[in-house]
Structures are given as C-alpha cells and as structure tokens.
C-alpha cells in the first residue's frame, strides 16, 4: 500500500505453510526494508485500500488459524503513527477480494469466501469518521489489486468522464467534417453533369473550289 508518500507491506506467506504478521515500510532511498511492528495475527491474500488521508484500509486477511481464515474484520492503519490504530467489520468473510475508496465509502468487490467459493457481492462500508472533514488529502485514494483481482478502481472519476467527453467531441466533429467534405464534393458534382457542355465555334468561311 502507498501512504503519506511512504510504500507499506504487510504480512504475507513464506512456503506453503509459514504465515508473517510483519509490517514494513520500504525505504526508497536506501533502497531497504525497515520492520514498523506486527499485524494482529499472522495472514496473507488480504488486498488494501488509501483514502488519501493516511489511512490504510487491511481487507480480508487470510490466516492460518482455521477459525480465522476467512473473517470480515478490516485493519485500519494510521501512517502517521504506523500502527493498526483500529478495526472495522464488513457483511462478507472473505479473502482474495478488491477494495477501494470512494465517495467516502470503502468499497470491496468479490472474494473468496471458502474453499472452491467465489462471491461477486460487493460490500460498501462508511468510513466517514477516519476521514478528516478539514484537512484535504494529501494522496490520491487508491486500490491496491491482490494476485486475483476482481476490480480495479479508479478515483479519477472526473477526469475519466472529461477525457472520454473530449474524445466524444472530437470524433463528432470529425464525422461532421467528413460529411461536410463528401456532401460539397456531391453537388460540385452534380452541377458539373448539369451544365450543358460547350459548343465548338462554327466556321463560316467557305474554302475557294479551284
């Protein structure tokens, strides 16, 4: 996940067996992974979600514990003191699932809910109140897809409606100019077949008979 300019990695599985409860925050500079603390639990095939305000949004962590592999608790992680600072719970327990922010809402698309079963529900959860009602973003909101995506989204919105709006004009405008062109070219040359053509100049004198 990226946050607060800073890219964020949690948990995650080694092998067929061994799950991490680590965090990290890689260090673009020296180019190095720095631990910030551990995850509640160890898990993996959770996907995260940015609301441009610092907060990470942990979906659908998959442990190995086997009453908490598929569970509906979403970790929110506070960049500014890199730690979990809360949890929240969504309607569906799953894993594997897409998330993003938008319109102030967490939205979360499709998942794993047991083994062999894929759900295309999607679940929307207020986040209002991590959500600082003065302060402006500081990043775009952002979706992190997992290695199985079901969405992507994009918080663009406006300038994906005002690009796909200028594309529109254009090629209205160049359809219009070609029929314009072809319709010119249609009467240019239907008064050309009109007229009538034009006569050779008669020769009025008569050759001398010798």
């Known amino acids: 996940a990226f946050a607060d300019s800073k890219l964020y990695i949690f948990g995650g599985k080694i092998g067929d067996s ?17 631990s ?43 960049a500014s003191t890199e730690s979990i600072a809360t949890n929240i719970y969504g309607q569906l327990a799953a894993r594997e699932s897409a998330a993003a922010i938008f319109n102030r809402q967490l939205w979360i698309f499709g998942g794993e809910t047991s083994d062999d079963t894929v ?35 994009s918080s663009n919105k406006n300038e994906i409606i005002d690009r796909d709006l200028w594309l529109s004009v254009i090629i209205v405008l160049v359809s219009c100019g070609c029929f314009c062109v072809a319709l ?17 100049p008669k020769n009025d004198i008569v050759p001398a008979q010798p």
């Open 119 to 153: 759900s295309a529900k999607v679940q929307i959860c207020d986040i209002s109140s991590f959500l600082s009602p003065t302060k402006e973003p500081t990043d775009e909101p952002s979706a992190t897809p997992t290695a199985t995506p079901s969405a992507i989204a």
């Open 184 to 200: 010119l070219f249609y009467l240019w040359s239907q008064k050309k077949r009109s007229e009538p053509e034009a006569q050779q």
């Open 36 to 78: 910030i603390g551990t995850l509640p639990r160890p898990c993996a095939y959770g996907t995260t979600a940015t609301d441009g305000f610092g907060n990470v949004y942990l979906v659908g962590c998959y442990s190995e514990s086997e009453a908490l592999k598929y569970t509906n608790e979403i970790w929110v992680f506070d």
């Open 18 to 34: 061994t799950y991490l409860d680590g965090m990290w925050r890689y260090d673009t500079l020296n180019q190095q992974f720095i």
